[in-house]
């Protein structure tokens, strides 16, 4: 092959290599140039106000992006960038997928700075002195107070007003411009004033900020300011005051009633514990000013102790100098107990009563305490240099529970009673009230005995008690299903636990009657019930425990609502209390005098037998408790099974002589006699 064609070969090969590499190159930019496409996402920044886009600067602060003018490009994710102008405050922005694609940033101009300080007057006193106590106003506005202000405020026109009490206002006025910091003085000028000092007696002297300025009456020029005044004399206490001379008060006036010097008088006292009356008026014992060269009546006593009374004079050179001492006075005590009792007298224990021995003639306190009964304390003050007797009787905790008549086992049950004065009424119902049955004899009552009833029924957990611990049940239900009997029995442990007399007199388990001359636990009276239900705190008597109307209101007590409809066949189908049986007692509303459940829940045992044969209607019965024999006793109030109007009644009455699921009891006893 000749050498030409060598050279052509070579050649055709160097372009077919040119050739492949352009062509690489081109696929490379097209497919930068794609993937620019797919991945890159472009925004748009435009910047304002007009004055400051000229100028806009925009910086990637965080992320990925590239920053031009008025552009941001970015790969994905979110990034922060920075725009700034000269004079403009920067604004940090972050931008995402979610941003649009054209971003309005609006930059907030720069505030201008006022730099100031207060030139009070000529002098420097005056610059330490009022400094801190100008203040800055700019358009009437109230900013700083003090000194030297530094304020930052948007650019534009105002007036910059500074004051002082005790100097003229300097009031200028700016034009800001934004990033602008203006550097001034504000000069308040110093005003002038006169300060005019009288007093009575005139010719004292008059000191002014140390100077003595001369004798009352004075006339002092004074600059604004707050001046130290001062008058003295010989004879006269001394007056001290500071006086301004302010923009608002040019010419302060002072008319002074000076105060003779006093006397002076030193008192002290055994013991130091006393009243000390100077002229009626309480001191403290030491060092105390009186007018000099007039009389003073001095009393100093203390409880238990003679008293000092003296007149003295004092005089303004020389103090005057008392000691008192007071004599205690003792009495002669002899304390004595009905038990041989350990005493302690005022905290201090001392030896078993009788005691005889000396004590203070003040109030002093004993108590005296024996085993197996209960502590009493007195207090006594004994007569000076006589003879006083002090008698301490102790009772038995029983015979202090009976003495006070207070019941205080039943409150561990949680059983709280209310006491009740009766007065006279009618028990049963006249012939013309409705729903009248034949067994409601109306009985002339009245009462002599004060008695207490329990607000609530007993409830199971209060009977259980008595039952013992092993039978305890935790339930406010009320007790139901004991005959009257177990209730008469449980009014007896009541009284056997405080001390009272029972009420009930059993024999082997059987009832042989009762002791009306008891004040133990009880069940009350048809008498006292149907009083309770009818008459307590009312003008005249009243068909129900709610009065006289004759509708149900919604949850008026525990009776047999709507809900029964498919339990028994009577009940009130427009009545509803939200209860299908017994429920808690105390679960509605008190009556008017603090009872609950009176008139249903359960209908309740009472004291009396019930009986066909006729009361004594002639006469007015007195703490009537019915027929001395029976064979069945006497119920009262209505239950959650009553469904009709008349059975809550308080005249109506009911009878068993056992137990029913219906029946429970309250309890109730005489107050003690006095």
């Excluded at 009537?624 to 119920?635: D, F, K, Q």
Aim: charged share 20%.
């Amino acid at each position: 092959m000749q050498p030409i064609d060598s050279k052509i070969k070579r050649a055709q090969r160097k372009g077919a290599g040119v050739y492949v590499l352009t062509g690489l190159l081109t696929l490379g930019v097209l497919g930068a140039f794609g993937l620019w496409l797919f991945f890159i996402k472009g925004f748009s920044v435009l910047v304002g106000p007009s004055d400051a886009l000229s100028s806009a600067k925009i910086e990637l602060v965080s992320g990925f992006a590239w920053v031009g003018n008025s552009s941001v490009y970015t790969l994905g994710g979110e990034v922060s960038i920075k725009v700034s102008a000269p004079t403009f405050e920067p604004s940090l922005v972050s931008i995402n997928d979610q941003s649009p694609s054209t971003i309005d940033i609006m930059l907030m101009p720069s505030p201008a700075v006022i730099n100031a300080q207060a030139i009070l007057g000529e002098n420097s006193r005056s610059q330490t002195q009022y400094l801190a106590q100008t203040q800055w106003f700019l358009d009437g506005v109230l900013i700083y107070i003090g000194a030297e202000l530094e304020y930052k405020t948007a650019p534009g026109s105002y007036q910059l007003r500074a004051t002082n009490p005790y100097f003229t206002a300097s009031i200028q006025s700016l034009s800001l411009v934004r990033a602008q910091t203006v550097e001034l003085s504000a000069r308040l000028g110093e005003v002038s004033g006169i300060i005019t000092i009288n007093s009575l007696p005139s010719g004292v002297e008059v000191n002014i900020d140390g100077d003595n300025q001369g004798k009352t009456p004075l006339i002092f020029a004074a600059k604004g300011g707050r001046y130290a005044v001062r008058l003295s004399s010989d004879d006269y206490l001394t007056i001290e005051e500071t006086i301004a001379v302010q923009t608002n008060t040019l010419s302060p006036v002072r008319n002074y009633q000076l105060l003779p010097k006093p006397g002076v008088l030193n008192i002290s006292a055994s013991p130091n514990n006393g009243l000390l009356l100077i002229n009626n008026i309480e001191y403290s014992l030491g060092q105390i000013d009186l007018a000099a060269n007039k009389p003073h009546k001095i009393h100093y006593t203390k409880a238990g102790h003679t008293s000092y009374i003296n007149t003295i004079n004092v005089n303004k050179e020389t103090p005057t100098r008392i000691n008192v001492s007071l004599t205690p006075l003792y009495g002669q005590v002899t304390i004595t107990t009905n038990v041989p009792a350990a005493l302690i007298v005022n905290g201090n224990s001392t030896q078993k009563s009788p005691v005889s021995a000396r004590f203070l003639a003040v109030k002093q306190s004993v108590t005296a305490s024996a085993q197996g009964f209960r502590s009493a304390s007195t207090s006594f003050t004994p007569q000076a240099n006589k003879t006083n007797n002090v008698n301490i009787n102790l009772l038995t905790e029983f015979a202090a529970r009976k003495a006070e008549g207070k019941p205080l086992f039943i409150n561990t049950l949680s059983i709280a009673m209310r006491k009740f004065n009766g007065d006279a009424f009618t028990m049963g119902s006249p012939a013309n009230e409705t729903g009248r049955r034949r067994n409601e004899h109306q009985v002339d009552l009245d009462f002599s005995r004060p008695f207490w009833v329990s607000e609530k029924e007993i409830t199971q957990t209060q009977f259980s008690a008595f039952l013992g611990a092993s039978t305890g049940v935790n339930s406010n239900l009320p007790i139901t299903g004991i005959s009257w009997l177990e209730a008469a029995q449980y009014c007896n442990w009541l009284s056997q636990q405080e001390g009272l007399p029972v009420f009930y007199r059993f024999n082997n388990g059987r009832y042989m009657g009762a002791d009306v001359s008891s004040n133990g636990y009880r069940l009350p009276t048809e008498g006292e019930w149907e009083w309770l239900a009818k008459k307590a705190k009312r003008a005249v008597s009243t068909v129900y425990v709610w009065g006289n109307q004759e509708k149900l209101r919604d949850n008026q007590g525990n009776f047999a609502d709507k809900s029964m409809n498919t339990a028994q066949l009577i009940f009130f189908d427009d009545y509803e209390d939200g209860k299908a049986g017994p429920a808690d007692v105390g679960s509605f509303k008190a009556d008017r005098i603090g009872l609950y459940d009176l008139d249903g829940n359960v209908s309740e045992w009472v004291h009396d037998y019930y009986t066909t044969s006729l009361p004594d209607m002639s006469k007015r019965h007195l703490d009537y408790l019915g027929a001395a024999r029976g064979e069945s006793w006497v119920i009262k109030g209505g239950n959650y099974e009553t469904g009709r109007l008349r059975e809550l009644r308080a005249a109506f009455r009911e009878f068993s002589s056992s137990g029913k699921e219906t029946i429970g009891f309250r309890i109730a006893r005489y107050d003690s006699r006095e």
